[in-house]
């Protein structure tokens, strides 16, 4: 798979570098089950006229920049993105830096100057796809702006489950309930956090339950806090692990969220390496225990039934 940057505007200058392809259009935040549909509708009608499928993103994601905080918490950040995106067959990613001069484009710029210089042959949007200045213009406007250049739109429409509209807030929305395995069934594949192990409070070795720190790579959304079984990419190779995420209250009032895993059959140093966690099942709130003895047991209790329900998960491919 090709990831081609843009930083510019183009300005009908750069279509040199571009060939003709289908081109999927979206932020795709997850890359759930409903964006996985929208790519395979691009790859089937790339098949069908031999030209490659790419998919145009942005980064920073626009709500990064536009947002009142100014930052949002993502679903799939870049790498993450790049990875399901290769596995969805996609041949080219067209990243564009979503700067707050391409967010003041005018519908006929997005389409004529900067769209037309990319040579799709198709887009392929969602049925709510906006774009243009803040976001002001939708689907029947891109149909009218891009068929003037000869670029035909394809529009998808929405894919649901258990009767909702299968969205990235929908996703996030679930998440914060602690619902991974809902997330899982709506994602296509189980929700993932990168991180890199850093040194903690030294404290799980003495409670003989050592557990890899992990501060993710990028602001992830993450679930809420608990107790959840998950699977661990060391080195190739995948750990079953129980993992905390919350403050640690038996010990601290008032501490910064932590991800903390303990890997069930693991021996050995994981400092500075970057780890791929899956949550695959949600365990149990966190608690503040009155004593360590408690905690102790309890964790004791959270890894016999990690092992119990591992079994549920055989079928998963990594
Ligand atoms: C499976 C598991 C469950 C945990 N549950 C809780 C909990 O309910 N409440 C809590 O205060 N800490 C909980 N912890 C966090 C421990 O307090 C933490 O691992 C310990 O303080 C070690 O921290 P350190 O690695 O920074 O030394 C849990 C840890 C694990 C691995
Ligand atoms: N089974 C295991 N699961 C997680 N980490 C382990 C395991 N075995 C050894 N380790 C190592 O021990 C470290 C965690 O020990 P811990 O006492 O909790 O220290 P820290 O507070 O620095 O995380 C991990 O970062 C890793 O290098």
Known sequence: MEIIQITDLLDGNGSAAFRPTVMALGNFDGLHIGHQQLIARARALAETTGVPVSVLTFSPHPRQVLGKGGYTHLLTPSDEKMRVMQELGVDIVYVVHFSLDFAALSAEDFVFRFLGALLPQTVVVGFDYAFGRGGKSDTSQLKLLAEQIGIDVEIVGAVSAYGDKISSTLIREKLSYGDVRLVQELLGRPYSISGTVMHGEKRGRLLGFPTANVEPND???????????????????????????GTKPTFHDDHRRTLEAHLLDFEGDLYGQTLRIQLLDFLRDEKKFFSVDELIGQIHADVLEAKTRLHTFSGISY
Do not use: E, F, M, S
């Not at 993450?222 to 905390?244: F, S």
């Open 219 to 245: 602001p992830y959304t993450l679930p809420k806090n608990g107790v959840y079984l998950v699977r661990v990419l060391v080195q190739q190779t995948w750990n079953a692990a129980v993992l905390n995420i």
